[in-house]
């Protein structure tokens, strides 16, 4: 496995104390009550389309095709992650279309599947998955072991019953141990403060061409607790290099989740999303929200959006409203619906609470407008 060298940028307190919440960086209020549930007795959250490899959403028969994470509504909507699956559902004008379970009952060689991001080629009908696999097959009880895969198959079917079949064995993304980045092998973890090796998320350089694969990380070697970064590899080969974090958030901030880059009027623009809940204690901390940095070069340097990084945040009076956002290629952003209407989060004691109160959906999208450095909402 090669290495690569790259400078780190870092996102610091400084970029968070020149922080300022404009009405245009705040995303729109959401009722929990108006909500409608695409697939009711299932929580779903992270979601990630199937994009063409310059990164346009990839149009199907006229719908766009996405991928979920998805669980059995338990008693407790928390508990979701221990059962988490994969679905392909279809996307058009507002309406959803459920075509099941993405990946077989035994494909996965982790016990849950997590985030990742999905290419497809028309020529082909090829779709290659990548994904995170949690913990390990058959386990008990489950842990927070955090691997990346890749697997390619084939799409079949039309719009009454989208499916990909014949899915490629799993290849394991930079396995063993490497340079830079904490390997996740932790029984246990405590949510907010779980270590990152998850979310790979592909992105094509049109300059060059080169494939690569971004993801939520956690820095080797770190001192602190809040060791957050954005991982990078680049595809050389059949392998993929490492190269050291394209971000670092040491000492600041421990997940920067769901990173993907969106390359936008000839400059690339970085995003993910995290929690005010993952600053470190005493330093300078921003809402739940999309954050972001804008560069010329896939090499950077990179600098913050609006000054701080904040793109689009929850409203004060809902501050965990909406999480885990996808920009698309075409500035659209899909989240899902966490806890509307509340001030409490998933870090409230009462399960049945949660329950009552977690929304479990895919969020109302809204647009980003870019202008160098400088984005915002659209009216």
């Known amino acids: 496995m090669s290495v690569l060298t790259s400078p780190t940028t870092l996102w610091t307190r400084e970029h968070l104390r020149a922080l300022s919440i404009e009405p245009c960086h705040q995303i729109p209020l959401v009722d929990g009550k108006r909500l409608k549930h695409p697939l009711p007795g299932f929580d779903l959250w992270d979601l990630w389309p199937l994009q063409l490899a310059d990164g346009t959403t990839a149009v199907v028969e006229g719908w766009t095709l996405w991928f979920v994470l998805s669980a059995p509504a338990g008693e407790d909507p928390e508990a979701r992650h221990d059962f988490v699956r994969i679905r392909l559902m279809a996307a058009r004008g507002g309406?959803?279309?459920?075509?099941?379970?993405?990946?077989?009952?035994?494909?996965?060689?982790?016990s849950r599947e997590w985030a990742g991001s999905a290419l497809y080629d028309p020529e082909t009908g090829a779709v290659t998955l990548y994904w995170t696999a949690s913990g390990l097959r058959g386990e008990e009880p489950r842990t927070f072991i955090q691997r990346m895969f890749e697997t390619t198959g084939a799409l079949t079917g039309d719009a009454s019953a989208f499916a990909v079949e014949d899915w490629s064995e799993p290849r394991e993304i930079a396995g063993g141990p490497i340079p830079h980045y904490v390997l996740v092998?932790?029984?246990?973890?405590?949510?907010?403060?779980?270590?990152?090796?998850?979310?790979?998320?592909?992105?094509?350089?049109?300059?060059?061409?080169?494939?690569?694969?971004?993801?939520?990380?956690?820095?080797?070697?770190?001192?602190?607790?809040?060791?957050?970064?954005?991982?990078?590899?680049?595809?050389?080969?059949?392998?993929?290099?490492?190269?050291?974090?394209?971000?670092?958030?040491?000492?600041?901030?421990?997940?920067?989740?769901?990173?993907?880059?969106?390359?936008?009027?000839?400059?690339?623009?970085?995003?993910?999303?995290?929690?005010?809940?993952?600053?470190?204690?005493?330093?300078?901390?921003?809402?739940?929200?999309?954050?972001?940095?804008?560069?010329?070069?896939?090499?950077?340097?990179?600098?913050?959006?609006?000054?701080?990084?904040?793109?689009?945040?929850?409203?004060?009076?809902?501050?965990?409203?909406?999480?885990?956002?996808?920009?698309?290629?075409?500035?659209?952003?899909?989240?899902?619906?966490?806890?509307?209407?509340?001030?409490?989060?998933?870090?409230?004691?009462?399960?049945?609470?949660?329950?009552?109160?977690?929304?479990?959906?895919?969020a109302p999208v809204f647009r980003l407008v870019l202008d160098g450095a400088r984005a915002e909402i659209a009216a």
């Not at 996808?326 to 870090?347: A, R």
Request: overall charge negative; glycine content about 12%.
């Open 95 to 110: 309406e959803w279309r459920d075509h099941g379970d993405a990946l077989p009952d035994d494909l996965n060689p982790g």
């Open 185 to 362: 092998t932790a029984a246990e973890g405590v949510p907010g403060m779980i270590k990152g090796f998850r979310d790979p998320a592909h992105f094509r350089d049109p300059a060059d061409g080169a494939d690569y694969l971004l993801f939520t990380g956690s820095l080797k070697g770190s001192a602190s607790p809040w060791n957050g970064c954005i991982g990078l590899l680049r595809r050389e080969g059949d392998s993929w290099a490492v190269l050291p974090p394209l971000l670092s958030a040491d000492g600041l901030n421990n997940e920067q989740e769901r990173p993907h880059i969106v390359f936008h009027a000839g400059r690339y623009y970085l995003f993910w999303s995290t929690q005010r809940k993952v600053f470190a204690p005493g330093e300078p901390n921003g809402p739940n929200g999309l954050y972001g940095m804008v560069a010329e070069h896939m090499e950077g340097p990179w600098l913050p959006l609006n000054g701080s990084g904040l793109v689009a945040g929850n409203p004060p009076e809902a501050p965990v409203q909406t999480y885990s956002w996808w920009v698309t290629q075409e500035l659209t952003v899909h989240g899902f619906v966490d806890y509307p209407n509340s001030l409490k989060g998933n870090d409230h004691g009462d399960a049945a609470w949660r329950r009552a109160h977690f929304a479990g959906v895919p």
